[in-house]
């Protein structure tokens, strides 16, 4: 089986475009022609198999993630199997990259690989806890119930990002339109100001000389500056590609204030939720411990968290294992040692990892409301100097005139 990319028309003329499953194209075309279609165009797409390295998979943005997932949460509860869930993606009103994405879904399964392992190698934009999740739900039985915690996890992380994408709308459009007022002051009306200037040969005060330098070197070397702006980018994405590099930024980013606590705190939040997720598939805490390591992307965590692993399959309880990973707050630690004693575990993963995900997204809200002031007051100083820059000169010829 491989999805098949079309172009169609309806007997009235319509054109639909889509993407189904055959085994052949001459498959994906009397497959249209048995839903009333007449094909134009169909193209085949590349192969979707886990063990198929050369495959390009569709890429969906984290909206499109959540609502994936949300789907197939629905659609498995209604008891469909995987493949006609599937199927109801690809039919639905979503965008053309998803119904591409459970076509090559589709044609995998149908070729006999798990759900989980045509995730995992798809290149959708899915974190490794996702599929790692989903192989736990393969194999509990149990995907539905999966599925439905990954989307209200994936649907609560876009909540925050729009929050605080919203409270920074108004200071940025603030910011871009004060910082082409100020261009446009510096490029106009500074020049004027110092041909008065010099006419009357009254000095110009220091404030507008610094500005009128700064401006200057900026118009003469702009070439050069957006060059090494350009080359710093690509030096970046470069360097982001390469996996020991990507590790160095990644632990770099941990010292620094305030955005390092917030990672480190989604490291734990992310762990303990998929913790909580496979050990609501009825897995044991090593394939849970097992899985959750498999979402720490920073290499001095995930060496802690392999630590756990090893310490539960040597025989330790989880919630003693757990003291090996620092980054977990001692309440959560306390949680699921309770769950242990109470035979609860799974619960009370769950209500540690939402509680350290509440924790997170307050955190997020603060600082969303403390960088709003703080970036309109950056704006407004630099704002400031640039007035005053223009409107001492004023005063000074005034003050000469008037003499």
């Not at 970036?375 to 704002?383: E, S």
Request: hydrophobic share 50%; proline share 4%; aromatic share 6%.
């Amino acid at each position: 089986m491989q999805p098949f990319a079309y172009v169609a028309y309806t007997a009235k003329g319509q054109r639909r475009t889509g993407t189904l499953v055959a085994d052949s194209e001459k498959a994906a075309f009397d497959a249209l022609k048995a839903q009333g279609l007449m094909a134009s165009e169909i193209e085949a797409r590349a192969d979707t198999g886990p063990n198929r390295t050369a495959r390009r998979g569709a890429r969906l943005d984290a909206d499109e993630r959540a609502l994936f997932t949300r789907q197939m949460a629905v659609l498995l509860a209604a008891d469909l199997p995987v493949e006609k869930a599937l199927d109801a993606v690809i039919e639905s009103d979503g965008s053309k990259a998803m119904q591409a994405f459970a076509a090559q879904l589709k044609a995998a399964t149908l070729e006999g690989y798990p759900l989980s392992d045509a995730i995992e190698t798809s290149r959708a934009g899915f974190a490794p806890y996702y599929a790692s999740s989903l192989r736990a739900g393969e194999g509990s039985g149990e995907l539905a119930a999966v599925f439905g915690g990954l989307a209200d996890y994936l649907e609560a992380q876009g909540a925050n990002r729009a929050e605080i994408a919203t409270a920074l709308v108004y200071p940025g459009f603030v910011a871009a339109v004060s910082l082409v007022v100020c261009a446009i002051l510096v490029t106009t009306v500074a020049p004027e100001l110092v041909g008065m200037f010099e006419v009357t040969g009254q000095p110009l005060p220091g404030i507008t000389r610094t500005v009128l330098a700064v401006s200057g070197w900026i118009e003469t070397h702009w070439i050069g500056l957006s060059a090494a702006l350009v080359a710093a980018v690509l030096a970046v994405v470069a360097a982001w590609r390469v996996p020991s590099s990507r590790d160095r930024m990644r632990r770099a980013g941990l010292k620094v204030p305030v955005f390092g606590r917030l990672k480190r705190m989604a490291i734990a939040a992310q762990y303990l939720r998929t913790l909580s997720v496979v050990l609501g598939s009825r897995q044991t805490a090593l394939n849970a411990a097992t899985g959750a390591a498999e979402v720490v992307d920073v290499s001095t965590h995930r060496a802690e968290a392999d630590a756990v692993v090893t310490a539960v399959r040597q025989g330790e309880s989880l919630g003693a294992a757990l003291r090996r990973l620092p980054i977990l707050p001692p309440v959560a630690l306390q949680l699921i040692r309770v769950g242990e004693d109470s035979a609860r575990l799974a619960p009370m993963a769950e209500r540690a990892a939402i509680l350290v995900e509440t924790w997170l997204a307050n955190d997020r809200k603060r600082l969303a409301a403390i960088l709003d002031p703080v970036l309109m007051m950056v704006v407004g100083g630099f704002v400031l100097i640039v007035v005053l820059a223009v409107l001492l000169p004023i005063f000074d010829l005034q003050s000469a005139v008037m003499q």
